[in-house]
């Protein structure tokens, strides 16, 4: 019997760490890893041993005779990329950093901004770099912690949301403070935190949706996915979003894995959804709503399309859902490899019927959106194809899901353009003269940009915390003015409401509370004064 890994595969990669004889791939060393839509067991070496089903974060590992119909996808995804996958050296940019010394005298004091994947593997990687001797402070504006696993993850994609396990247990270790409901620039200044810790790690994601630049995309009726996908996860920022969904078509731009997360939950059965952790009121806009069709929107063909297989695959079993193509819209398709596997998947769905009385995704390649149209509201959208047709296609709801990008960090360089924090090997740097910025260090999507999965930031982190403790080694680090228990008198007298591990301990049993009285896994308070309220009872 093999293994198979499943959808959702948070590319953590401690699978492969424990493998005993190497059959997951690809490997972190492995040309390809850090592009992977996922990892995958070859069932011609797997020997059944379960030491990968142990250490997987979100439990996508399940043994092949127990697979249900996207497991058995699943392993034919597997056998079809083991089968082409042929042996290379390492690739030295995707290969783990090597265990740096450990520091003599006194262990590193850390600051560590932000509580996403980024933010928690940056903790793990220090207390496992540090035999558990670092101090880490970790700060989260929010009043609870998780970032892109709690506010990020479809709420329909339960296993890969119990990373927000690994996240609770981090927070727990001996060593690590954790302040929430405090936020850099508002209630502590970024060279102000350097005063009292020897290096502080940024990992604050990229909050901000990018825009498409064409004329309507203000209108009402018009919405980036980034604040959708905060709405219906309950995210604070977005709780009160004017989310219109009395109409029968919604048209999705762009073609990623965020953009099919979106277009399946618009049209999924909402009594599933009440199973799961979605927002309240997004649930109920959800019950109410009027869409029955939604066009998922990309510019190119489906061999470049940026969704992944996987993810293709689970929109094929949504009750009373067909997901469709048109076959003229496809073009040429690509024959092998990746893109001649996602290119297959799509075709396959041109063949496809549409049942009467279904809810319908249509996906379209080769169409370019030109403009939003509406006077006081979202009507439609005109798309072009590539002999320069035109098409008029009604709507009232047009989501852009062309990606994200970072927001300044307070007191740090900050590139506009891609909404980066300029950086070598994490260590914050001048754009003008390439020196580095001592004691400031950054890991995650506000370090290289919004790409990759959960797991992609155990590595980024990991080449970060190398160059901080190389140069905590080194000596290159400045020396804190103050000790740590003085940010928290500061913070007591600048913000004597901040919050801590007994609060965010209070929120998670109302919420598991609530959720289980509904049959869900936590219902979720969406507000901060909802968030303060439990947290100080």
């Not at 940026?306 to 079993?317: M, Q, R, S």
């Not at 000790?483 to 998670?508: C, F, K, S």
């Amino acid at each position: 019997m093999t293994y198979v890994i499943t959808q959702p595969c948070c590319n953590d990669a401690a699978c492969v760490d424990v493998c005993p004889v190497d059959c997951i791939h690809p490997r972190p060393d492995e040309p390809g890893y850090a592009t992977a839509e996922a990892l995958h067991i070859d069932p011609t070496g797997c020997i059944d041993c379960g030491a990968c089903v142990d250490v997987c974060p979100v439990e996508a590992i399940v043994p092949g005779d127990a697979l249900d119909a996207a497991g058995r996808r699943s392993l034919e995804l597997s056998i079809a990329v083991t089968r082409e996958m042929t042996p290379a050296p390492p690739a030295p940019a995707t290969v783990r950093p090597s265990r740096p010394a450990r520091a003599t005298g006194r262990a590193p004091r850390v600051a560590v901004v932000g509580t996403g994947p980024a933010g928690i593997y940056t903790v793990l990687e220090l207390l496992e770099r540090t035999d558990g001797h670092a101090e880490v402070t970790v700060l989260e504006r929010l009043p609870v912690p998780g970032g892109l696993v709690r506010y990020g993850v479809a709420p329909d994609h339960a296993r890969t949301k119990r990373f927000e396990t690994t996240v609770t247990r981090a927070l727990r270790r001996p060593g690590v403070r954790l302040l929430l409901d405090v936020e850099l620039g508002r209630d502590v200044g970024t060279d102000e935190l350097l005063d009292h810790h020897d290096a502080v790690v940024h990992a604050v994601g990229a909050r901000q949706g990018r825009r498409l630049g064409i004329p309507g995309e203000d209108l009402p009726g018009s919405h980036s996915t980034t604040d959708v996908v905060g709405w219906y996860n309950g995210h604070p920022d977005h709780a009160g979003l004017p989310l219109d969904l009395a109409t029968e078509r919604a048209v999705v731009i762009g073609n990623g894995n965020v953009a099919l997360d979106t277009a399946r939950l618009l049209v999924s059965d909402p009594a599933s959804l009440a199973a799961t952790d979605m927002a309240p009121p997004a649930l109920d806009a959800l019950a109410a709503s009027s869409v029955r069709e939604v066009h998922v929107v990309g510019r190119r063909g489906p061999g470049d399309a940026a969704f992944t297989v996987p993810e293709l695959h689970g929109l094929l079993d949504l009750p009373g859902v067909d997901t469709l193509a048109h076959r003229a819209e496809l073009g040429t398709l690509p024959a092998d490899g990746a893109a001649g596997r996602k290119a297959a998947a799509v075709a396959a769905l041109a063949d496809r019927e549409p049942r009467p009385g279904t809810r319908r995704i249509v996906l379209r390649f080769h169409r370019r959106p030109e403009a939003i149209l509406g006077e006081h509201a979202v009507r439609g959208v005109r798309l072009a194809g590539p002999d320069g047709d035109t098409e008029e296609l009604a709507c009232g709801l047009v989501l852009r899901a062309v990606g994200h990008r970072g927001v300044p960090v307070p007191g740090l360089p900050f590139d506009a353009e891609r909404g980066t924090v300029p950086h070598d090997r994490g260590r914050v740097v001048d754009p003008t003269t390439g020196a580095a910025r001592a004691g400031h260090y950054v890991t995650g999507w506000v370090k290289r940009g919004p790409s990759g999965v959960i797991g992609t930031n155990r590595f980024c982190a990991a080449e970060t915390v190398e160059s901080l403790l190389a140069d905590h080694v080194a000596g290159r680090l400045p020396a804190p003015a103050h000790d740590a228990e003085r940010l928290a008198v500061l913070l007591t007298e600048r913000r004597p409401d901040h919050l801590g591990l007994d609060a965010w301990r209070a929120i998670d049993r109302h919420e598991r509370r609530a959720g289980r009285a509904a049959g869900a896994p936590r219902r979720k308070l969406v507000t901060l004064d909802a968030l303060r309220e439990v947290a100080r009872r």
